[in-house]
């Protein structure tokens, strides 16, 4: 649990220095930098949609490497982050689309495929959390329970 905490808190540690897909690997050698856990580090370099397969990192200009999601850690950061958008709660289908438009067809249908792997652990669609939660939910504190 504190692994996926922390890989939530620092996956985007690389937008503090370039916006673009370069974020999650200049994000990976920051985190490599700070000394942080390799299990850690991985989590920021692999976050990017449901994964960057060998063809994705040639043609994005992405120093070669594994970029592919593949513990349950990793795969709970990224799509995670694929149910995100800016300060919105959205469906998995929110990132199969914007990737869809793109013509970026493989990663729309692996982010699909980590959708339905993740939902099958989970015992339920994992896009049943957004209306649980709604689109821009509102934090509790604790102990108390008022609003933040």
Known sequence: MGLVVAGALLHDIGRSVDHSIMH????????????????????????????????????????????????????????????????????????????VFKGAFRGAERIEILHMELSDLYGEDLDSIVDRLGEYPRLKCVPDEEEC
């Open 24 to 99: 999650a690997y200049i994000g990976s050698k920051i985190a490599e930098r700070l000394g942080l856990p390799v299990e850690l580090v991985e989590i920021i370099r692999k976050h990017t949609g449901a994964g960057l397969d060998a063809e994705d990192v040639e043609e994005l200009g992405l120093p070669p490497g594994d970029y592919m999601p593949s513990t349950l850690e990793e795969k709970i950061v990224a799509h995670a982050d694929n149910m995100v958008s800016d300060n919105r709660v959205v469906s998995h289908e929110h990132s199969v689309n914007k990737l």
